[in-house]
Nanobody
């Protein structure tokens, strides 16, 4: 089993920044892909960003140039630096990691962008 603990969400004004963290623990040998998804009220869950074990990154078009995903393999932790936040970034953000062929998801952390 793998446990994920997310942190860093909150309320921020438009144009502001937040940094999300997600630490994985448990039966882990190698985490292949780590990533973040988000779900806004009334919308489907969507991919925000992913990063592979060798550092290949993928971003949703809506966050390119504003968000940066990084990981610390020694700590089994993935980060999402979010800059120039917009009201449309408001959502619950979920961490997701792939260990072998199994994907694990976190409980989510709320991000609200509002003045």
């Amino acid at each position: 089993q793998v446990q994920l603990v997310e942190s860093g969400g909150g309320l921020v004004q438009p144009g502001g920044s937040l940094r999300l963290s997600c630490a994985a623990s448990g039966s882990i040998f190698v985490i292949n892909v780590m990533g973040w998804y988000r779900q806004a009220p009334g919308k489907e869950r969507e991919l925000v960003a992913t990063i592979t074990s060798v550092g290949n990154r993928n971003y949703a078009d809506s966050v390119k140039g504003r968000f940066t995903i990084d990981r610390d393999n020694a700590k089994n932790t993935v980060y999402l630096q979010m800059n120039s936040l917009k009201p449309e970034d408001t959502a619950v953000y979920y961490c997701n990691v792939q260990v072998g062929s199994v994907a694990y998801g976190g409980r989510g952390t709320q991000v609200t962008v509002s003045s």
